[in-house]
Nanobody
Framework: VQLQASGGGLVQAGGSLRLSCAAS????????MGWFRQAPGKERQFVAG?????????YADSVKGRFTIPRDSAKNTDIYLQMNSLKPEDTTLYYC????????????????????WGQGTQVTVSS
């Protein structure tokens, strides 16, 4: 499975950005997919996740109410991260991730459970 992330950029505080992640390869088995972010010198942190059916979503407390993780209903191998009301502290690299469990279950927030990672995409929020 390969993951291709895109959509990062520069935005002013209070603005919005939409990241995209497309999965390819052996995706016939439903993937649980998510987004993480990692600042320099810090651990990679969970941001949001979604079941392969799109029926369950999970969010870090720091982004609840501001970010959503829609899944393409036609191509459930594609997910997005809609980021609204962006803050300067949201500035960092964002990574798309996936595993074959299909569902969040326990430890959806742990980077160790994810088998596949995309390249990072930079989000910069200016004050």
């Amino acid at each position: 499975v390969q993951l291709q992330a895109s959509g990062g950029g520069l935005v002013q505080a209070g603005g919005s950005l939409r990241l995209s992640c497309a999965a390819s390869g052996r995706t016939y088995r439903g993937l649980f997919m998510g987004w993480f972010r990692q600042a320099p010198g810090k651990e990679r942190q969970f941001v949001a996740g979604i079941n392969w059916t799109g029926g369950g979503t999970y969010y870090a407390d720091s982004v609840k109410g501001r970010f959503t993780i829609p899944r393409d209903s036609a191509k459930n191998t594609d997910i997005y991260l809609q980021m609204n009301s962006l803050k300067p502290e949201d500035t960092t690299l964002y990574y798309c991730a996936a595993d074959r469990s299909g569902y969040g279950g326990n430890a959806y927030y742990s980077r160790f459970r994810y088998e596949y990672w995309g390249q990072g995409t930079q989000v910069t929020v200016s004050s």
